[in-house]
Every structure is written in C-alpha cells, then in structure tokens.
C-alpha cells in the first residue's frame, strides 16, 4: 500500500515537473574542444531519465544474473531435502503399517535424499528389522553410535537387539551405557534393574533404584516398593540357603520401606509364624488391614490360624474386619468364613452389605454360592451367576510387561521375567496366565521398541 502510494507520489512530481519543463522552452548549450552540441531542455531532461532508466534496468538484470546460480541451487536443495522428509514420513508410517517392501523403498529414498542425516539411519534399521535382517539392523544402530544425537536410540536399538537374543549380559551393559546418557528415562531405569536383578546383582540394582529415585526418574513410593520387593528377593534367597538371620533382616528392611504392600506384609508374617512368633505376624496384618484391606492379607490370617474350627476362625476374621467394618473387603472375608461355618444369615448380611458398596464379580459368585450351598440350585443361584457375568472384572495379579496374569504374586514375572511386575488391578483383554505361557514373550518394557514401533515406554 505505502510502496503503491509512493510511486503515484513520484508518477505525480514527474507529470508536473513535464509540464513545467514543457511551458518553459529553454536552450542548452555544450561545447567540447572542437565539438557544440545545441538542443532543447526538453530534450535533455527526457534524454537524461532515458539514460538513468536504461542505466538501473541493466544493473537490475546484471544483479539477478549474478545470484541466478545461488538461488537455483538453493530451491534444488530445498526441493531435495523436502521430497527427503517426505520419503522419510512415508517411511515411518509403512514401518508402523508393517509394510516391508514400503518402508525399504522409502528408507532408500530418504538415504539417497538426505544422505547421511541420522534420522535415515533410524529408518533404514527399522526396515530392516522388519524384513528380518538384523545384521543390516546392527551396522545401522552401530552408526548411530557415531551422532552423538543419535547415539541413545542406537544404543536402544542394539539393546533390544541382545535382549530378544537372550545375550543378558549384552543386554545389561548397554542398558548401563543408556542409562549414563538418560538416567532420567523410566524404561532404562526399569531395565537395568531388572537385568541386575536377573544377574544376582543385588547392590548395584538397590544403588539404580536409589539414583533413579533421588534424579526422580522413578516416584519415590514406586522407588521404596520396588527396593521392599529387592531386599524380599534377597530375604527369600537368604532363607533358601539357611541364612535366616540374614533373611530376616532383609525382610525386616522390606517392611519399614513397604509397610502396607500386601506381599511384604504376607511374607513377613509367614516367615514370623515360621519362627515361632504368631503375635506378630498377626499385629502386621491387623496394622496393614486398617490402611489397605486386601484379600490376600485375609488369606494369610486365616493362614495363621488354620488349626483352629471353623466358629473360631470366623470370630477371627470377624476381629480383623472391626478394624475396617465398613470395607467391601471386610464384609466379603467375613462372609467367606460363614459360607464355610454354614451360618447363612450372617454371611447373607455381609455379602449384601459388600454389593451395595463394590457391586464385583467375586461378590456375586459367593453369593451365588451360598444359595448353593443352603438352598441347592435353582434360579437364585443362576440369578447371581448371571450378575457375576456382567459384573466388572476382578482385580488380579496383573504383570505390566507382558499382561499375564498370577494366582499369587511373586517379584518377578514367570512369564517374561519381569522384576516387580505385578500389580493387583482389573484382568485386560489379552491377559495370559503366566504360569502356563512361554518364557518366549519376553519383558518388554521399553514400550514395545523392536523395530515395528517407535512408541514410548508405557509402564
Ligand atoms: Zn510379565
């Protein structure tokens, strides 16, 4: 707009300036050595602007003559490195889509387009994971080793690499290397760890959870439990080979950093009742059950007690659900015992009380089996099957590696031999029972990074 006016502003001075010329005729004279030149101011003026334009006009095509070859080589190299980054997405997403032929193809591209840029590299190894050819896979991730920007994601790549081969002790010094570079990356903190606990090598995996949990790549409560879950592996390998003073000072370590985890709860109680001192296996399932109820803790209890009749063993459930007399958990421990004492009313009260606060499949199954049990079958215990059906999943021991699921827990995973995998939450479609599936599936918890995907850690 302002240029626009500006060259109306110039057109307008040059009209008038014309016009004032051409109303006042004139003569110029130039004379040189032997030569005179006469003509009009008129035509000086219009022979000088001639000049003057012909002049820029020149200088102008000279100028664009002269950075023509700069400019033609920088819109090749644009276009270049444009159809590059395209090949490369086109790449990325055919590995995603498991397109092999694509995703070589395109990796070629993005190569011969944007020569040695480390993402190609990245690219070009997923390709050929995906068509089998780890060898081609390891030179790629060893190159990448060489840009510093790129080097994590080859040391990544080869780690997992030795992982799925089972070469452990790879494994665990390229997991250390990761973590030098990304002490802060959950899944290198995870993975090293459990390679040191597969390794036996108990301090340098505690020393890992202290550091990941000081640099807060882990929350300190997940830092706490999975030491607790640490020293129980050790206390249960001390306890094996006879070393029971050892043992049970890892156990009792285990209790002050997880006083409310149920398996260090159980584990210490049993190993008190072992030694001789019921007292306190049972004050530590009584102070666990008022913070966190949880039906193994029952379990345990009633453990503990075993000898005893069924009246007496329901008058002890019913002094640990007082602690808690409102938790859905109580109600449902105590109905279990009356269901197995035959005192139907008492277990019939419970088991109401424990759908009206967690409707759960497990309390309509027992209330199933109670019509059952006093009444025979009929519709009633079909009407609770049903509900049982459609109700919400329990919780169960779920690995969060590899999704399998356990009766009981247990510090590491027998399916893909996950350390501290277990968490007890709803069953998810794909669960597997890790006592019967292949050691094949192995932990996974870099996020699922084996050369189909580029996701992220997930635990
Ligand atoms: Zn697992």
Redesign the pocket.
């Known amino acids: 707009m302002i240029r626009t006016c500006v060259f109306f502003l110039i057109l307008a001075i040059l009209v008038v300036l014309t016009a004032w010329v051409a109303e006042h005729p004139g003569a110029v004279l130039v004379t040189f050595g032997e030569y005179r030149l006469h003509t009009s101011v008129s035509f000086l003026v219009v022979a000088a602007g001639s000049f003057a334009f012909v002049v820029t006009f020149l200088d102008r095509i000279w100028r664009y003559l002269a950075v023509a070859p700069h400019r033609i080589a920088v819109t090749l190299q644009e276009n270049r490195r444009r159809r590059g980054y395209r090949a490369l997405t086109q790449g990325m997403v055919a590995v995603a889509a498991g397109d092999t032929d694509e995703a070589g193809h395109q990796a070629k591209r993005a190569e011969g387009l944007l020569h040695d840029l480390p993402l190609t590299m990245l690219l070009s190894a997923q390709a050929a994971q995906l068509r089998g050819d780890e060898g081609a896979a390891t030179s790629y991730f060893e190159s990448m080793l060489n840009h510093p920007e790129m080097a994590f994601l080859g040391i990544r790549g080869l780690f997992m690499q030795a992982f799925r081969e089972g070469d452990e002790e790879n494994a665990l010094r390229l997991a250390q290397r990761a973590y030098r570079l990304h002490p802060k990356t959950p899944w290198v903190v995870h993975a090293l760890c459990d390679l040191q606990v597969r390794a036996g090598r108990w301090e340098e995996a505690e020393a890992t959870l202290k550091d990941a949990t000081l640099r807060k790549a882990i929350p300190s409560n997940e830092g706490k439990r999975q030491t607790a879950v640490l020293f129980l592996r050790q206390s249960e390998i001390a306890e094996g080979q006879g070393r029971d003073q050892e043992g049970r000072r890892f156990a009792q370590d285990a209790l002050k950093l997880a006083p409310n985890f149920a398996p260090v709860i159980i584990y210490c109680a049993r190993l008190s009742v072992k030694e001789g001192d019921v007292h306190h296996a049972e004050k530590i399932i009584e102070k666990a059950w008022l913070k966190v109820p949880h039906p193994d803790l029952a379990a345990t209890y009633l453990e503990i007690f075993s000898g005893e009749d069924m009246l007496e063993r329901l008058s002890r459930i019913e002094k640990l659900g007082a602690l808690r007399p409102d938790h859905p958990e109580s109600h449902l421990a105590i109905a279990e015992v009356a269901i197995d004492a035959k005192i139907w009313n008492e277990a019939r009260r419970h088991l109401t009380e424990t759908i009206a606060t967690m409707p759960s499949a497990r309390a309509f199954r027992k209330m199933a089996e109670l019509e059952e049990a006093e009444r025979g079958r009929g519709r009633r215990v079909e009407h609770w099957r049903a509900r049982a059906a459609e109700a919400p999943a329990d919780n169960m021991w779920v690995?969060?590696?590899?999704?399998?699921i356990a009766k009981s827990w247990s510090p590491?995973?027998?399916?893909?031999?996950?350390f501290d995998?277990?968490r007890w939450s709803a069953l998810r479609s794909g669960s597997i029972d890790?006592a019967g599936?292949s050691r094949s599936?192995r932990?996974d918890r870099s996020g699922g990074f084996s050369g189909e995907n580029l996701a992220m850690p997930n635990r």
């Open positions: 690995c969060v590696n590899c999704n399998a590491t995973c027998a399916n893909c031999g996950g995998g277990f890790s599936a599936r932990v």
